[in-house]
């Protein structure tokens, strides 16, 4: 294909040569560049280009929580007594700081971290555009504080164990929000939560992540290790309390907390990443938006269960035990969008 030069302008004529011209409407590019493919959302238009690029999120809580108790009283038909008692909460702040406006900035492709400029105004070939500006920023990161407690006794006069764990740990951590996934779009807030003993600075022992999510359905993700995670998609009761001559079948919701293990940490880092967005296209990719609502999960139970002695002369005892249990775990709600101005409209 024969190259010709005129007046600084490269572009491609009718027949595929490269012409140089000084005039717009001569302006041929690859397929696809200046004339957008069939059905395509700007298919008649061409191409559109991105202004005033910002995603915003809201309605986002402050908080976040969860708290789980039960107590199990076994009383043995020779009057000795068990008892198994455990009680878990965590709370953290500062989600809300999410909220708000988060503008992208026109930047260099090749030179990272620099400020990119289009012509103005902008032109109808986009190879007569800037080829190196794409809209980019940092996902936006910020700080969560709160506290966690945990409490366990096991005194059973049949067994003779007795067995008492009271901890606490100052929690920090982030929270992140990211607009778009890497499956349909979908926005979403991760929450990295960091146990700490002592204080806010001291050693890290346990981590939380939790992220909610709308795919494949609307959950929300705990993941304390790498084999402890847990998927809460509705708040119905599918917890055992496993302690007891019985199984209760009452409980909680699928929780973090019914899974929490004393194991190292791992994963307890700020989250990163970024976002980009073309400087133009032909499809309308950024119009996205993601509402997420589920709702805080509450209640409470008591159970009871009964076994008789055996007949005289036969060895062993009854029981009665009887349970009770509630729970308090937190929901979430907030709505990502995404804000631009075309040119051309």
């Keep these: 294909m024969p190259l010709l030069f005129k007046n600084g302008k490269l572009v491609i004529n009718d027949i595929d040569q490269l012409v140089f011209s000084d005039d717009p409407d001569s302006c041929r590019c690859c397929p696809g560049a200046c004339e957008c493919p069939a059905g395509s959302d700007y298919e008649l238009t061409g191409p559109k280009y991105l202004e005033d690029v910002s995603f915003s999120i809201s309605n986002l ?77 940092d996902l936006p990161v910020v700080p969560l504080s709160g506290s966690f407690s945990n409490y366990e006794l096991t005194n059973s006069e049949r067994y003779n164990i007795q067995t008492e764990v009271s901890e606490s740990f100052f929690i920090t951590g982030w929270a992140m929000g990211t607009p778009t996934g890497t499956i349909q779009n979908t926005g979403s807030v991760l929450l990295v939560l960091c146990l700490r003993e002592g204080s806010y600075t001291g050693d890290v022992k346990r981590t939380f992540r939790i992220r909610p999510g709308t795919f494949p359905s609307i959950s929300i993700q705990e993941t304390q290790t790498l084999i402890n995670n847990i998927l809460r998609t509705s708040c119905d009761e599918t917890y055992s309390i496993p302690v007891g001559p019985s199984i209760i079948n009452g409980g909680f919701p699928e ?34 938006s993601t509402s997420f609502s589920f709702p805080r999960c509450q209640g409470s139970g008591t159970e009871s269960e009964s076994v008789p002695p055996p007949p005289p002369g036969v060895f062993g005892f009854g029981w009665t035990q009887t349970a009770s249990y509630d729970y308090d775990l937190s929901g979430m709600t907030y709505d990502i969008n995404w804000n631009y101005t075309l040119d051309p409209p």
Excluded at 78 to 84: C, R
Excluded at 256 to 276: A, H, M, V, W
């Design 255 to 288: 929780t973090i907390l019914n899974g929490y293990e004393k194991r190292d940490f791992f994963l307890c880092n700020q989250p990163s990443g970024q976002i980009t967005q073309n400087a133009y296209w032909c499809n309308d990719q950024s119009n996205s």
């Design 61 to 137: 809580a402050d908080t976040y929580f969860g708290e789980t108790n039960y107590q199990v009283d076994v009383r043995w038909s020779d009057g000795k007594v068990d008892q198994y008692i455990r009680r878990r909460r965590y709370d953290v702040s500062g989600i809300s700081a999410l909220n708000g406006t988060w503008p992208l900035s026109l930047e260099s492709i090749s030179n990272p971290g620099m400020a990119c400029v289009q012509p103005d105004p902008f032109p109808a070939c986009p190879f007569d555009a800037n080829m190196d500006c794409h809209w980019i920023r």
